[in-house]
């Protein structure tokens, strides 16, 4: 799916918007809808708290695409696995910790 930057999403991306009530998300894209040209979004972080951990969908056009970091410090992996903790995704949370593990092991 294309947003107006013409950037190309697809599920797993980051994505940073604003709902309806114009609430800043940032979050993963959990699933898509073409007909209704809508991404749902698993809110990673908001200004409006009781979104957090949520899944909404917002129009593509109010959703910009977070360009992925190469390499993540333990600290953002430490985030990441209590949301995939959160969200429930098994198959994040091992790949996260495996990634976690690598790294510690790397440093000593």
């Known amino acids: 799916m294309i947003n107006d ?17 114009d609430e800043l998300i940032i979050g993963f894209i959990d699933s898509m809808n073409i007909i209704q040209e809508a991404v749902y979004v698993v ?4 200004d409006n708290e009781e979104l957090i951990g949520k ?3 917002l ?3 109010q ?4 360009p992925s970091a190469k390499s993540k410090d333990a600290g953002q992996l430490e985030f990441l696995i209590d ?12 790949e996260l910790s495996a990634e976690l593990n690598s790294k510690k092991q790397s440093v000593n």
């Open 63 to 66: 959703v910009e695409s977070i």
């Open 5 to 21: 930057n013409k950037t190309i999403l697809k599920i797993s991306d980051w994505v940073k918007g604003v709902t309806r009530n």
């Open 43 to 46: 809110v990673a972080e908001s």
């Open 59 to 61: 129009p593509i056009k």
């Open 55 to 57: 899944t909404i969908p």
């Open 83 to 94: 949301l995939a903790l959160s969200t429930g995704d098994k198959e994040w949370f091992n």
